[in-house]
């Protein structure tokens, strides 16, 4: 069976690397990007199943990334991850395509759960 390819991304790299690290501990495939625009690229070039966008990066928004790659991965699925808790926030997250909002901090398993119930659909 194939792995899940996961894109993780957030302008705090360290955070990067551990979501990434338990991830792959998890059994997915992970990509990672530091910035809105390589997340572009990441996305485009890898095709990720999940995204997880963090809400603030320092070159753009999630949402920014979500509808610059969506039209071209219209099987990726978007969780945007903030630590902003705001409904209107929430509200522009799912226009823009998130289908799922993930408050920082996050835990791993419940991530996990998320992201497995997600790919089932």
């Not at 990007?33 to 390589?38: D, E, P």
């Not at 979500?66 to 990726?76: A, C, D, L, S, V």
């Not at 209107?88 to 395509?97: C, D």
């Amino acid at each position: 069976m194939e792995k899940t390819k996961v894109a993780v991304v957030d302008d705090e790299i360290e955070y990067v690397n551990d979501l990434s690290r338990g991830l792959e501990i998890l059994g997915y495939h992970v990509s990672k990007a530091a910035s809105g625009s390589h997340a572009i690229e990441v996305i485009n070039r890898d095709r990720p199943d999940i995204v997880l966008c963090d809400y603030k990066l320092d070159d753009m928004d999630g949402t920014q990334v979500i509808e610059k790659t969506k039209q071209n991965n219209p099987k990726t699925i978007y969780i945007m991850v903030t630590a902003y808790f705001d409904e209107s926030l929430e509200g522009a997250f799912i226009k823009a395509g998130a289908v799922k909002v993930i408050y920082k901090p996050i835990q791993l398993i419940e991530l996990d759960s998320a992201i497995k119930a997600l790919i089932k659909g």
